[in-house]
């Protein structure tokens, strides 16, 4: 199934149904008493460093976001954020931004936001000692023409059960539509509860790239939204990044580049030598690879030689995962839970990266055929929606895929 049939399965939502959602969730937003909206960590590079984020509806003299060890003899400090306005179709906001830098390892901290006369709750912000072991909550596509009902559920199913995960991912496909502020504004509350206390890693997907009349465009929301780690490009900043957590490097690739090539050409050609470079330079035990598009052409799921049902994508980033001797690539994009396994030289192996293509959180499914070759492990069908988590120990690289209800659907560990 291509790009453009999947962007012609959405154009069957009625366009009047977004704006019949509008002005209720407006009504709603502007009704409440706060003007800490959103309030959100985001992984930085180094997890001694953080970011947090939140929108205010109005402007506000006094800003100030106050942090703390937890320790009743610790001092507070204060550092002021940036402050941005935005707009996003009719909506003005702000969106400020606040980078907490040389973070003690191993240890927690609370911090507040001070906006004029209000405050926030404290919340928590974990730390983790160098190489500490850890567990990701990884979550596929949450695109959903149902208010984000379905995402809220299977988030909840996984924050309730994971209430020791470090951080959480999502593959990309945040929303349906990145242009249309209604549909972020349900991502968010979906997860409002979880998003001041998780550090979140976002990844970018092809419809975070699409505007109202469902045309490609540069991903304006996404990249305001989440202030990520640099990548030494000005162009192409917040696009794809890295980041190091625990004994686990990684790396965060863009796969957009049909719908960016039109807009601002050239983002394979930066990507490329940066995902060489940062892959050569880390000390890391384990390289993991997270992008949103899957690597399977499953309209070339049945031909007799493996390389022709490998997607454009694959065959662009596949050699380099090989020659860096990545462990792990995960994707999403096709909305179903499918185990690659190894491949090696575009063929299955016994070695090379293993590849998962994640599944779905939200509620548009496609109907993919299973792989002459390459689907190891696919779920039950009709399949259900899933989140996965990721568990580091010191020598065991674990990924676990559950069903929206919790239940263990498969399992893949790798040793080294
Ligand atoms: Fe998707
Ligand atoms: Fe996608």
């Keep these: ?37 959103f309030l959100r960590q985001l992984m930085a590079e180094d997890p001694c460093c953080r970011t947090i984020m939140w929108h205010s509806l109005q402007p506000h003299g006094n800003v100030q976001l106050q942090y703390k060890l937890n320790d009743a003899a610790a001092s507070v400090s204060s550092i002021s954020p940036k402050t941005d306005k935005f ?23 609370s911090y507040q936001v ?16 160098a190489n500490q072991p850890f567990k990701a909550l990884i979550f596929p596509d949450s695109q959903c023409s149902d208010g984000y009902a379905t995402w809220h559920n299977v988030a909840e199913t996984g924050f309730s059960k994971n209430t020791d995960a470090a951080f959480f991912v999502n593959m990309g496909d945040l929303v ?24 979140f890693a976002p990844v970018m997907g092809n419809h975070e790239t699409y505007n109202l009349q469902w045309l490609c465009h540069l991903p304006k929301a996404f990249l305001s939204f989440f202030a990520l780690p640099g990548n030494g490009s000005l162009k192409w900043q917040r696009y794809y990044y890295d980041f190091t957590y625990g004994s ?61 049902s490998i997607d454009p994508v694959g065959r662009v980033f596949m050699p380099y995962f090989d020659e860096l001797n990545i462990d792990l690539v995960l994707t999403a994009h096709q909305h179903t839970y499918r185990r690659h396994d190894h491949i090696k030289n575009f063929r299955p192996a016994l070695d090379g990266p293993v590849y ?36 580091a120990a010191e020598t065991k690289l674990t990924v676990n895929c559950y069903s929206h209800d919790g239940l263990l659907m498969d399992s893949c560990t790798l040793a080294k």
């Design 176 to 199: 349906d539509n990145g242009a249309a502020m209604f549909q972020w504004r349900q991502w968010f509350q979906a997860i409002e509860k979880h998003l001041p206390q998780l550090p």
């Design 114 to 129: 001070i906006q004029d006369n209000e405050a926030s709750d404290w919340q928590k912000l974990s730390v983790p000692a």
């Design 356 to 391: 998962i293509d994640t599944g779905n959180a939200g509620n548009c499914r496609y109907d993919v055929p299973r792989t002459r070759h390459f689907d190891k492990v696919m779920l039950p069908q009709p399949e259900v929606d899933n989140y996965l988590t990721l568990t």
């Design 1 to 37: 199934m291509t790009d453009i049939s999947r962007r012609s399965f959405l154009k069957l939502l009625p366009a009047a149904l977004l704006s019949l959602c509008l002005p209720g969730l407006k009504a709603a937003s502007a009704s409440s008493k706060s003007d800490i909206i």
């Design 248 to 308: 686990v490097h990684f790396i965060v690739l863009n796969t957009m580049m049909e719908e960016l090539d039109p807009l601002q050409p050239g983002l394979l050609d930066s990507q490329l030598p940066w995902l060489t470079q940062v892959v050569k330079a880390s000390t890391a035990k384990w390289q993991v690879v997270l992008m949103h598009k899957d690597i399977i052409n499953y309209e070339a799921a049945l031909t007799d030689n493996p390389y022709d």
């Design 87 to 109: 707009t996003l179709g009719d909506e003005d906001f702000y969106i400020c931004t606040a980078r907490l830098e040389s973070l003690q390892p191993g240890h927690i901290y």
